[in-house]
């Protein structure tokens, strides 16, 4: 038996959530929203939007936690019902891309004012890679993207996406490929021209493990 | 056959695609390191992709991440500081009546206040609106007089009232007066009243109305107004993040 200092696992969790236990509940809020947050956010762009899919995901997970039957992990089914809504807020969204990055064009951003004491090239070169990096994801297309994202950041095999999005492995690779060849175009473009002369800071295999955790 | 596992690899990247993320299997890493060794075109793409999965690590979602709870139906009335308590709330009738009763607070400023005087529903707005945007001056100064007629109408019948007996009336008016008429002046008086209160009542209402229309027309020209100037905005920060981006590029290039 756990004692009350143990944590619970998600399906502990589940199961007193899916018997009325709110405070249950709400250890897995607490546990996932912000993976669940960072993903939505890295696969529609946009704050607010990843803050509503965020929400209605674990509404929906509420709704639904005494239908959950546990025959999928309690990490995989929330990413199901977020990348589902991520999906129809891309749809409904319709916006183009060009849009869509004017859209979260902040100049502060770019010269941020609380690093003090540092050189504006040195600012400029602490800000402009993740700017630049979220701004180039957001021209490629959603479904390209989120192969990206779901690779990338929470690393999962080609044969897990395409379970998510419901094709082929084949088509996933193409639109990982397809991405980061547009990604690399789009750095480039944005005069970040030495893409390749940066150390690789892909995942180590702890992160990769750690990362898989979630799915 | 040599020639045509190449070309597969330079054609399809799938295999690629598996060796960059690992996830292929000893004989398609042997084949593809092999013809890595022979296809700088292959090589050059690989370090590419590699070096844009570098780049992707500095891609962080934006601080702060959110915050919610579930929140039992039943606790709803209890305040809770944290910022995102907000489903399993409230039944929806009773949000929707919140709702209504908000928008019509900060739609018609309305005071409302009971207390010796009765009940006064007042509309506090004519004090905040700035002269320049009252519209429909000529007619808010009749009804206004109107108002103001009533008023001292009213003040003075309640003072003579008031001073001719006291104010427990039935039961401790003098006995010279005969019964008969009391009851008679009492009856008028209650009817004057009650006429005076639906009088007023319906001034009221039309004062509310009035006023009401002439705050939306204010309101809708204040939105014109401040659309108009975020419009000027937008466009300034557009030209202000384009010489910024030109400085960006030209640092960049140096």
């Given at each position: 038996m756990p004692g009350a200092l143990m944590a619970w696992t998600d399906e502990e969790l589940v199961s007193r959530s899916a018997r009325g236990d709110h405070d249950s509940f709400n250890q897995l809020v607490v546990r996932w929203q912000r993976p669940i947050y960072a993903l939505a956010y890295r696969v529609i762009g946009h704050e607010e939007d990843a803050r509503d899919v965020c929400q209605e995901t674990f509404l929906r997970a509420f709704r639904g936690i005494k239908g959950f039957?546990?025959?999928?992990k309690f990490s995989s089914w929330l990413y199901r019902i977020a990348l589902n809504l991520c999906r129809d807020k891309n749809r409904s969204a319709q916006r183009s891309p060009l849009n869509k990055v004017s859209d979260d064009v902040d100049v502060l951003d770019l010269a941020p004012p609380h690093v003090a004491g540092s050189s504006l090239e040195d600012q400029v070169g602490w800000s402009e890679l993740g700017s630049e990096v979220s701004r180039a994801m957001m021209t490629i297309p959603d479904e390209q993207r989120t192969a990206i994202v779901l690779k990338e950041y929470q690393g999962l095999t080609f044969r897990e996406i395409a379970d998510f999005q419901g094709c082929p492995v084949s088509t996933v690779k193409t639109r990982v490929y397809q991405g980061l060849t547009r990604l690399r175009q789009e750095l480039e473009s944005r005069g970040i021209d030495r893409v390749a002369t940066f150390p690789s800071r892909a995942p180590d295999a702890g992160t990769r493990q750690r990362m898989r955790r979630v799915t | 056959m040599m020639d045509n596992r190449r070309d597969d690899i330079c054609n399809d990247k799938s295999l690629l695609m598996s060796y960059l993320y690992d996830e292929c299997g000893l004989d398609e890493r042997k084949r593809v390191e092999a013809h890595l060794a022979v296809c700088a075109s292959c090589r050059d793409e690989l370090q590419a992709l590699t070096g844009v999965r570098g780049r992707l690590v500095d891609w962080t979602p934006p601080e702060p991440a959110p915050d919610f709870r579930v929140v039992p139906a039943d606790a709803v009335a209890v305040p809770r500081s944290r910022p995102w308590t907000f489903w399993?709330?409230?039944p929806v009738w009773s949000l929707a009546a919140a709702l209504v009763l908000v928008v019509v607070t900060l739609v018609a400023n309305l005071e409302i206040r009971y207390g010796d005087d009765g009940l006064v529903v007042r509309s506090a707005w004519s004090d905040g609106v700035p002269s320049s945007e009252r519209t429909q001056s000529g007619t808010e100064a009749l009804w206004r007089a109107e108002l103001a007629a009533l008023e001292s109408e009213l003040r003075q019948d309640f003072e003579t009232f008031s001073s001719g007996e006291p104010p427990q009336t039935s039961e401790t008016i003098s006995s010279e007066v005969s019964e008969e008429s009391d009851l008679v002046r009492v009856q008028r008086l209650i009817e004057e009243s009650e006429r005076r209160q639906q009088r007023d009542l319906a001034l009221h209402f039309a004062q509310l109305m009035r006023e009401t229309d002439a705050q939306r027309q204010a309101d809708l020209g204040r939105i014109d107004q401040q659309l108009d100037r975020h419009q000027h905005l937008t466009e300034a920060e557009v030209v202000q993040h384009g010489e910024i981006m030109d400085y960006l590029v030209r640092v960049a290039g140096r």
């Amino acid at each position: 038996m756990p004692g009350a200092l143990m944590a619970w696992t998600d399906e502990e969790l589940v199961s007193r959530s899916a018997r009325g236990d709110h405070d249950s509940f709400n250890q897995l809020v607490v546990r996932w929203q912000r993976p669940i947050y960072a993903l939505a956010y890295r696969v529609i762009g946009h704050e607010e939007d990843a803050r509503d899919v965020c929400q209605e995901t674990f509404l929906r997970a509420f709704r639904g936690i005494k239908g959950f039957k546990g025959e999928a992990k309690f990490s995989s089914w929330l990413y199901r019902i977020a990348l589902n809504l991520c999906r129809d807020k891309n749809r409904s969204a319709q916006r183009s891309p060009l849009n869509k990055v004017s859209d979260d064009v902040d100049v502060l951003d770019l010269a941020p004012p609380h690093v003090a004491g540092s050189s504006l090239e040195d600012q400029v070169g602490w800000s402009e890679l993740g700017s630049e990096v979220s701004r180039a994801m957001m021209t490629i297309p959603d479904e390209q993207r989120t192969a990206i994202v779901l690779k990338e950041y929470q690393g999962l095999t080609f044969r897990e996406i395409a379970d998510f999005q419901g094709c082929p492995v084949s088509t996933v690779k193409t639109r990982v490929y397809q991405g980061l060849t547009r990604l690399r175009q789009e750095l480039e473009s944005r005069g970040i021209d030495r893409v390749a002369t940066f150390p690789s800071r892909a995942p180590d295999a702890g992160t990769r493990q750690r990362m898989r955790r979630v799915t | 056959m040599m020639d045509n596992r190449r070309d597969d690899i330079c054609n399809d990247k799938s295999l690629l695609m598996s060796y960059l993320y690992d996830e292929c299997g000893l004989d398609e890493r042997k084949r593809v390191e092999a013809h890595l060794a022979v296809c700088a075109s292959c090589r050059d793409e690989l370090q590419a992709l590699t070096g844009v999965r570098g780049r992707l690590v500095d891609w962080t979602p934006p601080e702060p991440a959110p915050d919610f709870r579930v929140v039992p139906a039943d606790a709803v009335a209890v305040p809770r500081s944290r910022p995102w308590t907000f489903w399993q709330a409230a039944p929806v009738w009773s949000l929707a009546a919140a709702l209504v009763l908000v928008v019509v607070t900060l739609v018609a400023n309305l005071e409302i206040r009971y207390g010796d005087d009765g009940l006064v529903v007042r509309s506090a707005w004519s004090d905040g609106v700035p002269s320049s945007e009252r519209t429909q001056s000529g007619t808010e100064a009749l009804w206004r007089a109107e108002l103001a007629a009533l008023e001292s109408e009213l003040r003075q019948d309640f003072e003579t009232f008031s001073s001719g007996e006291p104010p427990q009336t039935s039961e401790t008016i003098s006995s010279e007066v005969s019964e008969e008429s009391d009851l008679v002046r009492v009856q008028r008086l209650i009817e004057e009243s009650e006429r005076r209160q639906q009088r007023d009542l319906a001034l009221h209402f039309a004062q509310l109305m009035r006023e009401t229309d002439a705050q939306r027309q204010a309101d809708l020209g204040r939105i014109d107004q401040q659309l108009d100037r975020h419009q000027h905005l937008t466009e300034a920060e557009v030209v202000q993040h384009g010489e910024i981006m030109d400085y960006l590029v030209r640092v960049a290039g140096r």
